[in-house]
């Protein structure tokens, strides 16, 4: 005689009450996480879709959450992010590096082109060197953290400008690519490739690059590293968002 078996975990005298806990813990994670820098408030099915939980799972830990005001819901049963999802919030703000975030990144592009790697910022007509990993080889380009470049010379710089929309080219040329080969243009012997790099909201924060010798890293060398820039570019521009390598919606 054929049985029907138990899915329901609470009801499984071999389950874990602690992994269990877990499993509820990372649930609850995944409903705050459902929420955008548009969303003001999501429906109950909207939220359930999303986090692939169903309504009556996703209702317990809503109300659960809003207990300690991490959730609120509004009078025409939506729920919006509460109070201490905000506090968190702030509280990551006011501690968060960008270094960190962003060194370990320029490491392993270094590590993958064998050239130095940097980080750039905008400051008025400026671009200054956040951040860099110098490259293994003797001969390379330097340039020190906190330097300032300009702007209008440069793969960098010219990548800072294009994707705050300047008009014109090459300007329109780079954001059609998606980055952008300079050689020789600051430096004679100096040759780079850029890409920009952004952050919630696609809001545009900096250019990574790598740079070298001309001699060295030439136009089709460094259409090789193209892919390795680019890669480096998404993966910098979703830890800045805070999205999980992987994660999407």
């Not at 809503?62 to 509280?91: E, K, M, P, S, V």
């Not at 993958?112 to 080889?137: D, H, K, L, W």
């Not at 300047?166 to 600051?186: C, D, F, V, W």
Request: net charge neutral.
């Amino acid at each position: 005689m054929s049985r029907t078996m138990n899915t329901d975990p609470s009801q499984d005298p071999d389950a874990d009450p602690a992994e269990e806990g877990v499993v509820a813990v990372r649930r609850a994670m995944r409903i705050l996480e459902a929420f955008g820098v548009e969303d003001t408030h999501l429906s109950l099915a909207e939220l359930s879709r999303r986090t692939q939980c169903h309504r009556s799972t996703v209702l317990r830990l809503a109300r659960t959450l809003a207990l300690d005001d991490y959730l609120a819901q509004r009078a025409d049963g939506t729920w919006r992010l509460g109070r201490a999802a905000g506090w968190l919030g702030a509280c990551y703000q006011a501690t968060f590096n960008v270094v960190d975030v962003v060194q370990p990144v320029l490491r392993e592009l270094s590590a993958a082109t064998g050239e130095s790697a940097t980080f750039y910022v905008r400051e008025g007509n400026q671009r200054i060197c956040m951040a860099r990993v110098e490259g293994p080889r003797s001969i390379r380009h330097h340039v020190r953290v906190g330097a300032a470049l300009p702007l209008v010379q440069g793969s960098p710089g010219r990548v800072l400008l294009a994707f705050a929309g300047e008009a014109g080219e090459p300007y329109e040329s780079i954001r059609r690519a998606g980055y952008m080969i300079s050689l020789g243009e600051r430096d004679a012997e100096v040759s780079s490739i850029s890409a920009p790099v952004y952050g919630i909201n696609w809001t545009l924060l900096g250019a990574i690059c790598i740079s070298g010798p001309l001699s060295r890293l030439t136009e089709s060398v460094l259409l090789e590293h193209k892919e390795s820039i680019l890669g480096a570019a998404s993966q910098l521009s979703r830890s800045m968002m805070g999205v999980r390598q992987g994660e999407g919606r």
